[in-house]
């Protein structure tokens, strides 16, 4: 076989392969750019971390409430406000404030002793108020009503002034002023009407659950309660 034959054969054999060769990598190509969109497309979690993951969503509200709340074998008015973050509609994390407005509570029958001296006393009217920590699920997040059981955990505080030690000995001081702290729970339930995108009352049932020191008669589990009341959502949900 010369030369030119030789050749020849090369070419044809070259021509053979580079065709299913170029094929081939063409379809490489193809094949990488289709998985480069794809990992494009998808959210870098080492530049963007948690908060910015796709399934990620992040709101806030405040609540404002009023309830009446049974403490002391009475019923007395309670403000509440509360701050909450909700994590992809469900989880709410957040803190609660909530002190007693109305001056109808009193103390009498725990702390005073008028029965034995004759004496009918002022009112004695306490200065109640509880603070801590929420924690939330709620249900049904994308219905027109929703629930949301909460539990709370924080510190719960009264105040007042006990003229009884007066009364009893009449050189002792005329008054004396008690200040109590005290560990609180609070477990709560609570029934949201999704009305807007920014606005939501609703109604909620629960009860105080307090630990901690006592005065006399009034015991530390005195200054818990249980309440029912109404409440006003405004933010983001």
Request: charged share 10%.
């Amino acid at each position: 076989m010369n030369h030119n034959h030789i050749s020849k054969l090369l070419a044809v054999l070259g021509l053979i392969l580079w065709i299913p060769a170029g094929h081939l990598c063409a379809q490489a190509d193809s094949t990488y750019r289709s998985v480069q969109r794809q990992v494009d497309s998808q959210p870098d979690s080492t530049r963007n971390g948690f908060f910015h993951a796709a399934r990620f969503h992040s709101s806030f509200h405040v609540q404002f409430e009023g309830d009446a709340a049974y403490m002391f074998r009475e019923v007395g008015a309670v403000t509440g406000f509360q701050v909450a973050w909700v994590i992809n509609h469900k989880i709410s994390i957040g803190a609660a404030f909530s002190i007693l407005t109305s001056n109808n509570v009193t103390l009498n029958q725990y702390v005073n002793s008028n029965a034995a001296i004759g004496v009918i006393p002022n009112n004695i009217t306490p200065q109640l108020m509880s603070a801590g920590l929420t924690g939330g699920y709620i249900f049904r997040s994308g219905k027109k009503l929703s629930f949301e059981p909460q539990l709370g955990l924080g510190w719960a505080y009264i105040h007042f002034t006990d003229p009884r030690a007066g009364w009893a000995d009449p050189a002792a001081s005329k008054s004396e002023t008690y200040t109590g702290h005290y560990a609180c729970i609070s477990p709560s339930v609570s029934m949201i009407w999704n009305a807007t995108k920014v606005f939501r009352p609703g109604i909620v049932v629960g009860g105080n659950a307090v630990f901690g020191q006592n005065y006399l008669d009034v015991k530390s589990y005195n200054v818990g309660s249980v309440y029912g009341g109404v409440f006003l959502r405004f933010g983001t949900f």
